[in-house]
């Protein structure tokens, strides 16, 4: 199977050359050129499957210039027991009788990302060698703060690869600072810049595109590479828990075989949910997707109107990971609505880059909310609806997924016989800790206290035990010091490589 640009500004080229490549070099995503259909059949077939097994099913139908040995090799060496805590990679949880909670944080960073992130690089490894590249593939990340670590976790000790995570120096918690800075491995790499994260950001987008420097890398062996979420070998390890949470509710008799389901998805850069999607184009039963988002609800309104539009202010809310105004993935999303109309696609995205906004025709709006609705939770609604799921089911949510459930419990459920309603659960609620303390406490009673007093409360009250990646940092060896101008980061580079 082929891959091809939602833009049709490039040739087909098989899945290896798109994971590769990351995005479509003049501009647009990669997609498969058609989807692969499961039937209800062979999707009863699979429930017998471990989380693994799943993982190869799906994933050869995707990447089809891998062999099955290939594929087999990267999911064991992502999904195993030492990358997570549970051989169940994503358990689901039964919330009540029709709601389910999917924990997609049971990896070494405590957040769905590591879902991708940790076999994402082993493709990468394993499409170079097809493609025949001898260059050492360097990755730069620019990181807020959570897709370093992941970033970091993943590309650790992989072959032909290093990784430089570059944060801002000060705009990152401690925690996530020290889960970063104490990272091991032989080929990976974090500096401190002195900026915020938009100087981060930009100075790596300014490396990628200048010619000059990448000429001088390539002399001396090696090639930049980015491992940021457009990459199709990041999306497509996420439609797998999509099927795995469907096979878990039919195995415990929960649904029907072909019964729908619904799924509802704290939402930022629309990776989560589009992976969702497709395995709906695949054939799972699915009513509709909920989309979540936080008071950044470009994405609610876009569902409602059919205008997505920009022109608003960037507000930085208790579930930062989902602080975003451009959603990179809905770019994808939009082709496969409109049946791969590559010219709609160029013209929306080309208004979105001169006006700042663009809206869709109402015969696309009405397919939009044929399988989706859209709608956002106000921080204060985060805070008390983690303090109620507490209180009422003895079960700790993080920030994030509470913007889920708040939508969730927003957007109503048909009585008496609700559809069963999967949400996806993003991070650890360890990970957010002082918002998760305050949420149960007030806000008085965090103020007084640090990060690692905040994760030993939290584990006083609810019992729950602290996730090994956040555990202990304060005692771990700091292996990264290096800190460098918001200028300087080619000259880190070059340090870093002895170049
Ligand atoms: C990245 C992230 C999200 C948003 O996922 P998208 O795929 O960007 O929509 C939500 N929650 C957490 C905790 C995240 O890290």
Known sequence: MNYISTRGNFENIPSAKAVKLGMVPRGGLFVPEKIPHISTKDLNKMSAYDYRQLAQEILSNYLTDFSREEIEECTNKAYNSHNFD????????????????LELWHGPTAAFKDIALQIMPHFLSKAKVKLGSKKETVILVATSGDTGKAALEGFKDV?????IVFYPHQGVSKIQELQMTTTE?????????????DDCQNAVKEIFADTAFNFYMNERGYELSSANSINWGRLAPQIVYYFWSYL???????????????????????????AGYYAFLMGLPVGRFICASNE??????????????????????????MDI??????????????????????????????KEYFTVDPFTLKKIQQSMTGDFALEEEVLSVI????????????????????????TGQRKPSPVKTVICSTANPYKFNSSVLEALKGKAYVSQKNEFEILEELKNITGLEIHQGLKDLNKKEIKHKGICEKQGLREAIK?????
């Open 387 to 410: 303090k109620e799921v507490y209180r009422k089911y003895n079960y700790l949510l993080d920030t994030h997924t509470a913007v889920g459930f708040k939508v969730f419990l927003q």
């Open 185 to 197: 491995g032989s080929n990976t790499y974090v500096v401190a810049v002195k900026g915020n994260f």
């Open 86 to 101: 549970t051989l169940e990679v994503a358990p689901l949880h039964k919330l009540n009788e029709s709601t389910f909670i």
């Open 495 to 499: 340090e870093i490589l002895s170049i």
């Open 325 to 354: 105004l451009i959603s990179s993935n809905l770019e994808r999303f939009l082709f496969e609505i409109t049946g791969h109309d590559g010219k709609k696609i160029n013209t929306w995205f080309k208004e979105l880059q001169s």
């Open 248 to 274: 878990q509710l039919f195995r415990k008799r929960e649904i029907q075989s072909g019964e729908k389901i619904n799924f509802c998805v704290p939402t930022g850069n629309f990776g989560n949910i589009l």
């Open 159 to 163: 072959k032909g690869l290093k990784i």
């Open 296 to 321: 950044n609800n470009i994405l609610t309104d876009f569902i409602n109107t059919g205008i997505y539009d920009k022109r608003r202010e960037f507000k930085k809310t208790n579930s930062p990971s």
